[in-house]
T-cell receptor
Framework: SQELEQSPQSLIVQEGKNLTINCTSS?????LYWYKQKYGEGLIFLMM?????EEKSHEKITAKLDEKKQQSSLHITASQPSHAGIYLC???????????FGKGTMLLVSP | NAGVTQTPKFQVLKTGQSMTLQCAQD?????MSWYRQDPGMGLRLIHY???????DQGEVPNGYNVSRSTTEDFPLRLLSAAPSQTSVYFC?????????????FGQGTRLTVV
């Protein structure tokens, strides 16, 4: 089974709408990283969460970490076409030397 | 800063051919990793290194070799290419003990094996 489960797998939202992507771990989370990927490109780092209850925001994107639930959420407010892409969560589940990733959530923003 | 540089960006190989995917970073990171990305499978770890001279296997190491002779470079070798190795390959580097602990990724190498 997947150690990091992301939901939903894909999402189409109308421009201006809010959305949430979830990342649930089967193991204890000692930190979680959110990345964004545009088609054909590399991964761009968005945010890192380290402590339970931690919440970070950058522009219209907010991420939270719920350590007890072993879950993180990524919330986008008033989505724009520039938010379209694949969002991936990653966590150091097998020691601190590497990250395990979820399968990603593909976001499309329609005009 | 260049960050993490991967070459080539695209490559087509015939079954049975060998090749090396290059990865270089200029951030003096000790940790480097190779992932492959396939539709519906997400990113899967192939090999990783925690410093020069030290490498270890990840989730899907079969058919690939790595070495780490310098801090900067971490090449990935395909010994005898198979169609199942058609994928997008990403190299990443990080410094888990630094101020910024996130992994930095290269732009990827899109490999097709025919």
């Amino acid at each position: 089974s997947q150690e990091l489960e992301q939901s939903p797998q894909s999402l189409i939202v109308q421009e201006g709408k809010n959305l949430t992507i979830n990342c649930t771990s089967s193991k204890t989370l000692y930190g979680l990283y959110w990345y964004k990927q545009k088609y054909g490109e590399g991964l761009i780092f968005l945010m890192m969460l380290q402590k339970g209850g931690e919440e970070k925001s950058h522009e219209k994107i907010t991420a939270k970490l719920d350590e007890k639930k072993q879950q993180s959420s990524l919330h986008i407010t008033a989505s724009q076409p520039s938010h379209a892409g694949i969002y991936l969560c990653g966590a150091p589940l097998s020691g601190y030397s590497t990250l395990t990733f979820g399968k990603g959530t593909m976001l499309l923003v329609s005009p | 800063n260049a960050g993490v540089t991967q070459t080539p960006k695209f490559q087509v190989l015939k079954t049975g051919q060998s090749m090396t995917l290059q990865c270089a970073q200029d951030m003096n990171h000790e940790y480097m990793s190779w992932y492959r990305q396939d539709p519906g499978m997400g990113l899967r770890l192939i090999h990783y290194s925690v410093g020069a001279g030290i490498t270890d296997q990840g989730e899907v190491p079969n058919g690939y070799n790595v070495s780490r002779s310098t801090t900067e470079d971490f090449p990935l070798r395909l010994l005898s290419a198979a169609p199942s190795q058609t994928s997008v390959y990403f190299c990443a580097s990080s410094d888990p003990t630094g101020v910024r602990t996130e992994a930095f990724f290269g732009q990827g190498t899109r490999l097709t094996v025919v």
